[in-house]
């Protein structure tokens, strides 16, 4: 049996967590879940799991039942549990993440600001203890996947696959004029609202190629990305000698987060798998990075190192905000995060206050200068 602490319960990874778990009520049991102010959902989910531990950020708004309050660090160090499902979003996983992995526990991480912030700390911090990192997004879960079996050496390449996000082909002027609303409308599967507007921006993908790198080891110059609309290859690795491994499956978040549970077994899941009877015609292009300028601010932060990938979420994370609530245009989130990296100070991103602290300077930042930097 698995026994399973899920961080973020309540969000598009949670809930689809919890649907595994429901699934493979046999493997998996869930002993904690945490939520950020969700508690109605909350409730309903700790009714039916029954879990001995859980956390809310309004503890006083939660029908906890017999579920005993803890912080996430004194859960995620919790001797009953074996797996930390980390489904937060932004910085909120770090710390967790941090404690899970120091006591051992192996942490199937979706929450991937926690890998662009701190991979090196991440990867140390797994080595010290022996404990293992098993990617939940799908692209790094498919790379993790086709890297299975294989010799480190023989990689030749990481092919990251973009969507390209529901603006693709619009001009610069209709980006100008992109509402919050069209933005949350992702053309694949509905996921939650910071992920969906940086996965239009691209800096998502940004994000995905820091994390490759600190999740396997593997030079920035030994990552690409490939547009590829259908979002059937989540991603691809290919070897010296010229063969390329592809995983393909349908767009359902569902199948990663169910291998990270039962890997190396595979075992039906909750959904229908992927439909051959159907005929789909598979296109790779490469990006253009002038139209959607966030791909190219993020990578150029993962190079640089340091404190900028954590100002990087930091200045994203509020720029992204600032969007949904209308105050700032979409081309905008880019420029104010890319002039927000260019005023970082940074520092060595050795310890989790220079992290922490970087994230909210960048923050800060964007709030406070957005106006200024708009007009600029
Ligand atoms: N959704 C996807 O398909 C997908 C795919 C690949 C990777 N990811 C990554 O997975 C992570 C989660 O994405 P998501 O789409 O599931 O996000 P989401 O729907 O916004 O869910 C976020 C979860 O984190 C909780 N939370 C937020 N702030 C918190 C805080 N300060 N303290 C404690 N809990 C907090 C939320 O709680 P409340 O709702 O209760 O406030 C919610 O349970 C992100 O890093 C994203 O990039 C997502």
Redesign the pocket.
């Known amino acids: 049996m698995n026994r399973v602490a899920l ?8 809930t ?1 967590t919890l649907e595994v778990a429901r699934h493979l009520r046999e493997q998996v049991k869930v002993v904690a879940l ?6 109605q ?2 409730s309903l989910q700790l009714n039916e799991f029954q879990p001995r531990l859980y ?3 309004v503890p006083e708004e939660v029908a906890s039942g017999q579920s005993i309050l803890r912080t ?1 660090e004194e859960i995620v160090a919790d001797h009953q549990i074996d797996t930390v499902i980390v ?4 910085s ?2 770090l710390k967790p993440t941090l404690t899970a992995l120091a006591h051992g526990k192996t942490v199937a991480l ?5 890998m662009v912030m701190a991979g090196s700390m991440v990867m140390e911090s797994a080595r010290c203890t022996g404990a293992t990192v098993v990617p ?3 692209e790094h879960n498919a790379i993790w996947q086709c890297l299975r079996g294989e010799e480190r050496d023989s990689v030749q390449r990481i092919l990251l696959t973009a969507s390209g996000g529901p603006f693709w082909t619009y001009s610069e002027e209709q980006l100008k004029a992109v509402t919050a609303r069209e933005a949350l409308a992702h053309p694949v ?8 507007i ?1 996965s239009a921006t691209l800096i ?1 993908k940004g ?1 995905e190629i820091i994390e490759a790198h600190w999740l396997f080891d593997m030079p920035y110059k030994q990552i690409q990305v490939l547009l590829h609309p259908q979002c059937l290859v989540h991603s691809m690795v290919e070897f010296v000698d010229g063969s390329v491994k592809a995983q393909i499956s349908s767009p359902d ?1 569902t199948l990663p987060i169910q291998y990270a549970l039962t890997y190396p077994d595979r075992v039906r899941g909750p959904r229908r798998p992927f439909a051959w009877d159907t005929l789909y015609t598979l296109t790779f292009a490469e990006v253009d990075t002038n139209r959607f300028p966030g791909l190219r601010i993020a990578c150029e932060a993962g190079y640089a190192g340091k404190t900028y990938p954590a100002a990087l979420c930091g200045a994203d994370d509020a720029a992204v905000r600032l969007f949904l609530h209308g105050a700032i245009e979409f081309p905008q989130v880019a420029r104010l995060v890319e002039h927000t990296i260019a005023a970082h100070s940074p520092c060595d991103a050795t310890t989790l206050e220079a992290v922490l602290g970087a994230e909210a300077w960048a923050r800060d930042y964007v709030l406070t200068n957005h106006t200024k930097i708009r007009t600029t």
């Open positions: 961080l973020g319960s309540t969000g598009s990874i949670g689809q945490t939520s950020g102010r969700n508690a959902l909350l956390h809310s950020l996430p489904a937060t979003a932004g909120a996983g979706a929450n991937k600001e926690v939940i997004d799908s599967w509905p996921m939650g609202p910071k992920v969906t940086d998502n994000l978040m």
